[in-house]
């Protein structure tokens, strides 16, 4: 029961303390899941987090659960997406009974803004991690080049730019073993 009550509060520790969704929680992720308690690879944890994207659902519940699979089977799983939802849906049902009662202040609106300039922030930071460890050659380079100008660019689905970069990777790969 300590490893379920482990996976539970440490998800909620990350849940809790980190804002701005999915992208401001891969630091404290990586951080928790990948060098303190060596539940998953950082391989692992970006595939973990790139399938998060792809499925319906949030990038970090998605996460959490198949971390909380891979360490403790189906229990595992529901021990860590209880962990990391449960500070948020707390949180957000006292946010819920007195926001109307602020949403006016100025205070609150400028804290708001302070807050997502900071979780911009924490999503950059992020993204360079992720680079560092995901574009490690020319193909993995272009690909990202690719994604990355067709997202600015257009309006296709993530899912879509997911599954062709999945594509294109393992068919670049292919290629060059041959």
């Known amino acids: 029961m300590n490893s379920y009550l482990d996976l539970f509060l440490t998800f909620a520790r990350i849940g809790g303390l980190t804002f701005g969704g999915g992208y401001a ?4 992720l990586q951080k928790e899941v990948v060098e303190k308690r060596n539940w998953a690879t950082e391989e692992e944890l970006m595939d973990y987090y790139a399938i998060g994207q792809c499925t319906p659902g949030v990038i970090a519940v998605n996460t959490a659960t198949f971390i909380g699979y891979k360490n403790k089977g189906i ?5 860590a997406t209880l962990g990391v939802v449960s500070p948020s849906l707390c949180i957000i049902i006292i946010i819920a009974a007195f926001i109307r009662n602020f949403t006016d202040l100025a205070i609150v609106k400028n ?20 680079y560092k460890s995901s574009v ?43």
């Open 25 to 28: 929680m891969l630091p404290m």
């Open 111 to 130: 804290a708001f803004a302070g807050i997502r300039v900071a979780v911009c922030v924490l999503i950059i930071n992020a993204v360079k991690k992720l």
């Open 75 to 79: 229990p595992g799983a529901i021990f």
């Open 136 to 178: 490690i050659d020319k193909l993995t380079l272009a690909i990202f080049i690719a994604v990355a100008l067709i997202s600015i660019l257009t309006d296709i689905s993530p899912i879509i730019l997911v599954l062709g970069a999945g594509i294109v990777g393992y068919l670049g790969k292919k290629v060059q073993k041959q």
